[in-house]
């Protein structure tokens, strides 16, 4: 009996290390890209898509991360933090040594949908799992753009990461878990415009990498699709019709802050501000209202804004408002109004800010403790910079300030603890 037993054991381990191995070295990755995409285009061809791909990298966004300040155009070198270590943005150039001039179209298209390159298996930081969706047109329109590039012999940095893995191959087992072999975007009954909104979100502008939480493998976790992410030390807000109306936002106004980076419900931060500097800005106004349909459900969007009603102020505790009607009148007053109503063109206002709505206090906390720098936004708008004042409050002054505009403001619960701001720190 137990020398059945331990062969079968032994059985289901050698089956287990085959199936592992089989993984390992690609046997069950599926490619989304057909086989006519094989035939290079022709020069003419290219002429014609490069036009167009100059709109399609913009809403794919793809310069911001292939960009490093200073640096040269395509050329990459952005650092990515990851909880793995450290990746770096490749070269995308049509250099034939570093960047992608030696690449065929097809090689492009794997890439790009698969996840493959010409030197292997991609990182996820390149979303490859949301331009999966991307139509074969789109990326034929970005290849021919990308090619049509000045080169730049600029070389890739090695990444940082640790075995095991900086074992590229490994991702054959992530692709398996997290990579559909749905690429369709279209749904049947819904309007023209909510549909092209859905192609936008989900694969060309790629929402849900920052937008949508993570599962255990670092895949999106679709069950909580655009609820909401934590990236980086802060918070991408939940951009569901739920989450967009809590923070103050109709249908209309969203698709204008869009393309603005500026409305009553604050300014764009952190990788939005980048967003919107490289990416939105640029959309067609068809494009940000479709968008916008999608994200708020729609067929079509309303011809009027109505802007949701505001929170419900909470109240707070004597000693916390009392610490906290200080901090204000000392810091945040001078600038952003004793009500809250910040100065037009200059401050955004506080009293209709979205970053005070969110059940997550981390953004508001670390504007207070770090500040924003000077922003210019499209068109004439700028915003002077804000310094941060944790040189100026403790942990629980700057505990007390976020619980309090929250509850006046946000209609948050007072929850922030000093344990939570020492830790942001």
């Known amino acids: 009996m137990a020398r059945k037993l331990l062969l079968a054991v032994v059985t289901i381990a050698v089956l287990g290390v085959l199936a592992a191995g089989a993984v390992f070295l690609g046997l069950f990755e599926r490619s989304v890209v057909a ?36 640096g040269a155009p395509w050329a990459g070198g952005l650092p990515f ?41 991609l990182y996820p930081a390149m979303p ?51 990579l559909s072999s749905d690429t369709k975007t279209e749904v049947a009954g819904r309007s023209a415009q909510w549909n092209r909104g859905r192609y936008l979100t989900d694969a060309l502008a790629h929402c849900g990498e920052c937008h949508t939480p993570r599962n255990l493998t670092m895949g999106m976790k679709d069950s909580a699709y655009l609820q909401g992410a934590e990236l980086e ?39 939005m501000f980048e967003v919107v500097h490289f990416s939105t800005q640029y959309f067609t106004a068809d494009d940000l209202a479709a968008m916008s349909a999608y994200l708020f459900d729609l067929d079509k969007l ?22 906290a009607r200080a901090s204000y009148l000392a810091v945040c007053a001078s600038c952003h109004g004793g009500e809250g109503q910040g100065i037009p063109h200059v401050v955004v206002p506080l009293a209709t800010n979205a970053s005070l709505r969110l059940a997550d206090a981390r953004n508001l906390n670390k504007v207070i403790l770090s500040g924003i720098p000077a922003q210019r ?49």
């Not at 490069?50 to 200073?70: E, F, L, M, S, W």
Request: charged share 20%.
């Open 233 to 271: 030390g802060v918070v991408a807000p939940d951009i569901t019709k739920a989450g967009l109306t809590r923070m103050g936002f109709d249908p209309l106004v969203f698709a204008s802050f869009m393309k603005s980076g500026i409305s009553a419900q604050g300014a764009m931060t952190n990788q």
């Open 35 to 70: 086989k006519d995409i094989e035939q290079p285009l022709s020069a003419e061809q290219m002429k014609t898509l490069a036009r167009r791909g100059a709109y399609v990298a913009v809403a794919a966004d793809c310069y911001a991360c292939h960009v490093t300040k200073g």
């Open 302 to 323: 309303p011809e009027r804004t109505t802007p949701p009603a505001p929170p419900t102020p909470v109240t707070v505790s004597a000693e916390t408002a009392a610490s």
């Open 81 to 121: 933090e990851t909880p793995f270590g450290t990746i770096y943005s490749t070269n995308i150039s049509p250099d034939k040594e570093h960047g992608i001039g030696a690449w065929t179209r097809a090689e492009f298209h794997r890439a790009v949908r698969d996840g493959v390159g010409k030197q292997g298996h």
């Open 128 to 178: 490859y799992a949301s331009y999966r969706k991307l139509t074969a047109e789109d990326v034929d329109a970005v290849y021919a753009f990308l090619m049509s590039r000045e080169p730049m012999k600029v070389a890739n940095k090695a990444n940082h990461l640790p075995f095991p893995f900086n074992i590229r191959q490994g991702l054959a087992f992530w692709n398996l878990v997290n």
């Open 377 to 425: 936004f499209p068109g004439l708008e700028r915003m002077q910079p804000m310094p941060g004042f944790a040189a100026h409050l403790t942990d629980q002054q700057v505990a007390d300030l976020s619980n309090w505009l929250r509850a006046s403001w946000g209609g948050q619960q007072p929850t922030v603890t000093a344990e939570e701001v020492r830790k942001q720190r």
